[in-house]
């Protein structure tokens, strides 16, 4: 089946330490994204990619770091930089040019 | 691209239509309305996008004004797996992907 997965689920890190969220897609799309959101709030955008090897900031890139090695594949590093890292992280992709984005299930990290 | 506003809650009964406004005044002639929801932590869904004809799929409708300054969702049957929060999002049509979200709509289905 065709589709976008995000690992693990949950995840815990201590504070301080970096950690990197995993998010992998089989639709051939070219563009991924990734957003935070926090309880009861709307999402916001970290950062996003429209090819390999380029990706742009979004409107909260502070303290996060990413990577497009492959078209597949757009992990988030979440650094000891980033103030209040607790959250759930999404992934999306699309086609780029064609603005139906779809989402992954998420990482919810909680920071102790 | 463009800033929507949106109620914050609404409930609807169960087998009846559920209809979720959004004010979109200053959007653009280039700009599409696009429909997301999301169910309790779970990633968005898309829903549905329109520029300025109303719009219909199998999952729901949609119904924007002439002025194009506001737009409607309708769910016709509401079911209590409709219960989510409801994001509407206007953005320029092929740009770089980058969905804007504001606070959305909780939509309570009650038996």
């Known amino acids: 089946d065709g589709g976008i997965t995000q690992s693990p689920k949950y995840l815990f890190r201590k504070e301080g330490q970096n950690v990197t969220l995993s998010c992998e897609q089989n639709?051939?799309?070219?563009?991924m994204y990734w957003y935070r959101q926090d309880p009861g709030q709307g999402l916001r955008l970290i950062y996003y990619s429209q090819i390999v090897n380029d990706f742009q900031k979004g409107d909260i890139a502070e303290g996060y770091s990413v990577s497009r090695e492959k078209k597949e594949s757009f992990p988030l590093t979440v650094t000891s930089a980033q103030k209040n890292p607790t959250a759930f992280y999404l992934c999306?992709?699309?086609?780029?040019?064609?603005?139906?984005?779809?989402f992954g299930q998420g990482t919810r990290l909680t920071v102790v | 691209d463009a800033k929507t506003t949106q109620p914050p809650s609404m409930d609807c009964a169960e087998g009846r239509a559920a209809n979720l406004p959004c004010n979109h005044s200053?959007?653009?002639?280039?700009?599409?309305v696009y429909w997301y929801r999301q169910i309790h932590s779970q990633g968005p869904q898309y829903i549905i996008h329109g520029l300025k004809n109303n719009e219909t799929n199998e999952m729901a409708s949609l119904i924007i004004t002439e002025d194009r300054k506001s737009s409607t969702l309708i769910l016709p049957h509401a079911t209590l797996r409709d219960t989510a929060v409801y994001y509407c999002?206007?953005?320029?049509?092929?740009?770089?992907?980058?969905?804007?979200f504001g606070q959305g709509t909780t939509l309570q289905v009650k038996p």
């Open positions: 639709l051939n799309h070219d563009a």
């Open positions: 999002i206007v953005r320029v049509y092929g740009n770089t992907g980058k969905l804007i």
């Open positions: 999306a992709s699309s086609i780029t040019g064609i603005t139906e984005a779809f």
């Open positions: 200053t959007i653009s002639g280039n700009e599409y």
